[in-house]
């Protein structure tokens, strides 16, 4: 049985905690020896051998009681490994100075949608979030990302996912997406995977209670460690256009090193982020944009070249740049296009692509339009959709930990393009889908207090 203690004065435990130390200093799990794995300031780490077990024992703490009395006033994390079964179980995990806070409600500020519409429905009040449960944690946001999903949330039935489960129950706070620090977490079940602990600094994607808030509940699941070298604003960025750019440029359109990728609409969140990972992959890369700013958003992101997509034969000139002098029709093009509004693109851009090419839908209007289909067949084209919210667990897996690399390899870097204060949250719901530049030039992120 291993279990790790970041330094706690004992004399500061509630009763509650007192209990828990009585109870397992009763317990009796046969015979024991200890050794010191490591030791600071503000950690001790001790593993404990014990013959003759069967189950999950509980673990008596007094032998490292003198120890943790000299430590400094840090959270506190215990877990429990059963030798057979090579799992983690977090038993308590707490501050000394807030156990009580922490593992019980609190109230933050928030938004709240108490009815279905456009921005008018978005206000800033008080939001009660409950104590994390088993296999949940709750974390103090600093940075809450701004998506057009969150958008099409709030709608309700009047957008598009009228009439599915993506439309919550009224009230709620919108939001998947943000970045913030590890405040709480609850026991783990045996199926659990007890990565993190209080004080981590993580990126959500997705959560119980809504991310536009100072605070969330999240399943373990919905929580990721954050890169160092990453600010919480930009892991504000991460979860649903990160995640979806690498979902279309890998797990739908498998982009190879050395394919040629067109990037349709490249300056937006997804867009900034389907670059620099198709450049870290080897990919040589064309991005549209709509402004010069965007453009310039896009070239430092890596994009060999980029074409204003306001401009009359934007397209061609986007084929013409990486095709070689004299190829033939079906050597000519991308093999890989994302697109990123294929209501009123899909058509042109299968104009452009390779024999074999691939169209990513990444994003479109809920509206039927009209294209041919036999301008599929010649060079065999296929169009993918692409939806992260149907990702498998292995999938969601890949993602994260794919993206983690990135980030900690300095290869992908999400891009912050406004920062807004919660109190100006409808507002980030009306940038994000109708930018006041002109055109998208990377991330919007409300700004709370959690760093």
Not at 352 to 362: D, E, L, P, Q, Y
């Amino acid at each position: 049985v291993n279990f790790n203690l970041r330094g706690m004065r004992i004399g500061n435990c509630t009763s509650a905690t007192r209990q828990c130390f009585k109870a397992w200093n009763q317990s009796n799990i046969g015979s024991q020896s200890y050794r010191c794995l490591s030791q600071s300031p503000g950690a001790l780490s001790i593993s404990k051998t014990c013959t003759g077990l069967s189950s999950l024992a509980s673990v008596s703490l007094r032998h490292c009681i003198p120890s943790l009395l000299q430590t400094k006033r840090h959270p506190l994390s215990i877990s429990l490994a059963h030798h057979k079964r090579l799992t983690r179980q977090p038993i308590l995990n707490m501050s000394s100075d807030t156990t009580t806070t922490a593992m019980s409600a609190l109230v933050a500020q928030g938004v709240v949608c108490t009815s279905y519409g456009g921005p008018e429905v978005i206000k800033v009040q008080q939001v009660n979030i409950p104590p994390p449960g088993v296999d949940e944690v709750r974390v103090r946001i600093g940075a809450a990302g701004i998506n057009p999903s969150d958008t099409y949330v709030v709608l309700g039935p009047q957008g598009p996912y009228a009439g599915t489960k993506l439309v919550p129950p009224l009230p709620f706070t919108p939001g998947k997406d943000a970045a913030g620090v590890v405040e709480a977490v609850g026991a783990m079940s045996a199926t659990g995977t007890p990565t993190l602990s209080v004080g981590d600094r993580v990126y959500i994607c997705g959560s119980i209670t809504g991310t536009q808030a100072e605070v969330a509940l999240c399943k373990i699941n919905q929580v990721y460690p954050l890169p160092d070298n990453i600010t919480l604003q930009q892991g504000a960025c991460i979860g649903v256009p990160c995640a979806t750019a690498y979902k279309a440029l890998v797990q739908r359109g498998a982009a190879k090193s050395g394919e040629t990728v067109l990037v349709h609409g490249a300056s937006g969140a997804v867009g900034l982020a389907a670059v620099q990972l198709a450049v870290s992959m080897g990919c040589k890369v064309v991005g549209t944009a709509g402004t010069p700013e965007g453009e310039e958003a896009v070239r430092q992101a890596g994009a060999n070249a980029v074409v204003n997509h306001k401009q009359e034969g934007y397209l061609q000139a986007a084929k013409s740049i990486l095709t070689p002098p004299g190829a033939a029709n079906e050597e000519a093009g991308f093999d890989l296009c994302l697109e990123m509004m294929a209501s009123a693109n899909l058509a042109n851009d299968l104009t452009v692509m390779k024999r074999h090419g691939r169209v990513a839908i990444i994003g479109s209007k809920a509206v039927p339009i009209a294209i041919n289909p036999r301008a599929t067949m010649p060079l065999e084209l296929d169009i993918r959709g692409v939806f992260l919210g149907n990702s498998t667990p292995d999938e969601i897996t890949e993602i994260h930990r794919q993206l983690y690399k990135a980030m900690e390899c300095g290869y992908l870097k999400p891009v912050v393009g406004m920062e807004l204060p919660l109190e100006e949250a409808a507002k980030a719901h009306v940038e994000v889908m109708t930018p006041s530049s002109g055109g998208a030039a990377g991330n919007i992120v409300i700004k709370l207090k959690g760093e």
